[in-house]
């Protein structure tokens, strides 16, 4: 689907202004925190940029389907890494979006209900469960999909996902109606139904499948990391 806001900027704002990036459409407001010499920070203007599609385009209809657009956003955000950058890069990035995540389940509580990508708010403030899960959590679970369906069918599902909802405010069951019939038309009913969608969507703590990101940048960090214990006194 081509870019549905006709302009695009990125408007850097005071140093006052409380979050990394926030996405709206024709326009993203930005930190002046993530302007720094070696562009690490360019994973931010990344996801805000795929906001204008996950987000701006098609909108969750609540809170309790928040995940589908940060989740999203962020597996497109790494998709678009793999492609600029490589496989290593993606795994890395996986890697430790995994482990933040796996800590602030942790931290959080095995059962508590804010580590499910649906929370079921009642009248609890929102916000309390505005953190990394919906983010990583809906990042593993559209990757565990891709997974099970390929990454060109899964291309073609988020092509088209975004054209059937655009301009929509839709909940997660909309996502899995629309993925279910998607991948009967295109003979992956066998790979949809290993999907766990209870233990994904309404299951708290560590994602149900452990995804595994393995790179040799990784494994050189590991080396060195061991090296440092090694001579520790």
Known sequence: ???????YAIVILPPAFPLGGMENP?????SPSIIVGDQSNINVAIHEMAHSWTGNT???????SFWLNEGY?????????????????????GYMQQKELNQTVEEMGLKNPYTALNPRLAHENPDD??????????FEFMTHVQS????????????????RFEHESISTHDLYTYMRYFFFLRNKEAAFKKIDWESWINGTGYSPVHLEFKSKALDSLFELVGLFKSQSP
């Open 129 to 138: 469960a505005y953190t990394i899960v919906p983010y990583y959590k809906g």
């Open 148 to 163: 099970l369906v390929g990454r060109e069918v899964m291309k073609e599902f988020t092509g088209i996902y975004l054209i």
């Open 58 to 64: 098609v909108t969750c209809r609540n809170w309790n």
């Open 73 to 93: 956003t962020v597996f497109l955000e790494n998709e678009v890494n793999r492609e600029l950058y490589g496989e290593d890069l993606y795994n890395v990035i």
């Open 26 to 30: 024709f326009v993203t407001f930005a």
């Open 1 to 7: 689907m081509k870019y549905p806001w006709n302009e």
